[in-house]
Antibody
Framework: EVQLVQSGAEVKKPGDSLKISCQGS????????IGWVRHVPGQGLEWMGI????????RYNPSFQGQVTMSADKSTNTAYLQWSSLKASDTAIYYCGRCIFIYHNGVWSNHWYFDVWGRGTLVTVSS | IVLTQSPATLSLSPGERATLSCRAS???????LAWYQQKPGQAPSLLIH???TRATGIPDRFSGSGSGTDFTLTITRLEPEDFAVYFCQQYDSPITFGQGTRLEIK
């Protein structure tokens, strides 16, 4: 069974650093992009970025570029999302998901959806 | 592309039919639209991709339809386990999500 297991809830202060994780199992972890999605309570879901564990290729939503850093460790099948200096506005639930890209006319396209998600990590940033 | 889901909340009884709408602010090419179900405290789960293709293991009471800017998720004969939040996602470019529809027991 394909699973993504995310790290537990975090409570941090503004200015703190943080690294949350997403461990994959049941599939070849390095061969699939992992995406990150933010859900601020009461607001919609926002795509943050995607990361390819095999060669560290990545793509950030411009809204999150420079605000967070994605990474992965192939040896432990784990993807990470990190902040160097948290803000209160980073308070949200963060989901990871396995990306399925569309193969069309013999070429991998730029379109993907998530076929498996983690349960989410609640990050609370408060002084 | 902004996705608007309606209604925000849908109150129905088990056995009834649910019709959930997802409307896009502009045409979604190649029906690049997915539907997900999320229950409290659980990971979202993929129901439909390509607007109408059921994901592996999804019961046939779930069906997706539509094209262009108007998409629908239909659940025939609601089961108790179907009461959850449903959200749509377009993956035309760049990906965006709808705000969700809460399907609650009447």
């Amino acid at each position: 069974e394909v699973q993504l297991v995310q790290s537990g809830a975090e409570v941090k202060k503004p200015g703190d650093s943080l690294k949350i994780s997403c461990q994959g199992s049941g599939y070849s972890f390095a061969d699939f992009y992992i995406g990150w999605v933010r859900h601020v309570p009461g607001q919609g879901l926002e795509w943050m970025g995607i990361f390819y564990p095999d060669d560290s290729r990545n793509r950030y939503n411009p809204s999150f570029q420079g605000q967070v850093t994605m990474s992965a460790d192939k040896s432990t099948n784990t993807a990470y999302l990190q902040w160097s200096s948290l803000k209160a506005s980073d308070t949200a639930i963060y989901y990871c998901g396995r990306c399925i890209f569309i193969y069309h006319n013999g070429v991998w396209s730029n379109h993907w959806y998530f076929d498996v998600w983690g349960r989410g990590t609640l990050v609370t940033v408060s002084s | 592309i902004v996705l608007t889901q309606s209604p925000a909340t849908l109150s129905l009884s088990p056995g009834e039919r649910a019709t959930l709408s997802c409307r896009a602010s502009q045409t979604i090419s190649s029906n690049y639209l997915a539907w997900y179900q999320q229950k409290p405290g659980q990971a979202p789960s993929l129901l439909i991709h390509g607007a109408s293709t059921r994901a592996t293991g999804i019961p046939d009471r779930f069906s997706g339809s539509g094209s262009g800017t108007d998409f629908t998720l239909t659940i025939t004969r609601l089961e108790p386990e179907d009461f959850a939040v449903y959200f749509c996602q377009q993956y035309d470019s760049p990906i965006t999500f709808g705000q969700g529809t809460r399907l609650e027991i009447k």
